[in-house]
């Protein structure tokens, strides 16, 4: 049985999936909308193009590629609720990788009017990080395509795993750092995750805290499940949403607070960087 589940955005399942010869050579990540960037060390003209994989016990698919998680924007879409001073008539854009205290964050979805902000939340996405690599299982999907793949790789030994508690630990810590900030300002932080992945945090961390989603809480957590559609394809569906504060990201980990950046210098970066590149469209 394959392991690998989608490849440059494409499943993996049957060979009538696509044209793969066209695939592989595109490498485009349809997500992103461009080729994918996550390439080789050793040859950087070649995309890994991996988004997901079954692994272990697992009978879902486990995304490890976070810009899997991009799938009809729709996590922007179920961001839109805690917009609270968004207005009919404002624009909606999304604004990547934004400078805080403690990391960037990776998109902002803000509400502008006349090219000011309005209002906006931060939202991150994790995915589970590797162990090993995945190149090797990559390249047997290849060969059981009747595609070329290296000899040396296809009958490699190398393995991959999941690299959960480093993962969980990872997040836990830059979360605190980031929503010192969003509370001192009343803003919202949104973390988007896979299912697998909440469910290893409610079992490893103190979670029993957690709220079920109030809009006042300026930590929330969206889940979402990678599910198969009757065309054979996967879609990923929300299925959870928890929220906390900065003191229950605490509870989670034990952290001290950290430094807090003013309400004024975010905007600020925020505005410099609207453009039409920006601008939230649906399709």
Sequence with gaps: MNKIIEL????????????????????????LDRKCIKVRKSQPDISIGTCSVLYGEDTKPIIFCPFRLLERRQIFTDCLHL?????????????????????????????????????????????????????????????????????????????????????????????????????????HLILIIQDHLLSYLQREFQFSHMNAARVGDPMHIHSYAMNKTKGRTYRLDLV???????????????????????????????????SAETLFTVG
Excluded: C
């Design 83 to 187: 917009l609270s001073l968004h207005e009919p008539g404002n624009e909606l854009h999304i604004i990547p990788e934004v400078s805080l205290p403690g990391g960037s964050v990776d998109y902002f979805l803000a509400s502008v009017k006349n090219d000011k902000v309005q209002d906006f939340v931060g939202i991150e996405l994790r995915t589970l990080d590797t162990t090993g690599s995945v190149w090797p299982e990559r390249q047997r999907f290849v060969k059981s395509l009747g595609l070329p793949a290296v000899r040396e790789d296809v009958e490699s030994y190398k393995t991959f795993g999941m690299n959960w508690k480093m993962t969980a630990k990872t997040i836990l810590v830059q979360l605190h750092h980031k929503i010192q900030t969003f509370e001192h300002i009343n803003k």
């Design 8 to 31: 440059f955005g494409t499943p993996a399942g049957t060979k009538e999936d696509g044209n793969w010869n066209a695939i592989l050579d595109r490498q485009w990540r349809p997500y």
């Design 240 to 274: 959870s949403r928890l929220s906390t504060n900065a003191e229950g990201i605490a509870i989670s980990l034990g952290l001290q607070a950290e430094a807090n950046m003013e309400l004024g210098t975010i905007i600020e970066q925020l505005e410099s960087k609207i």
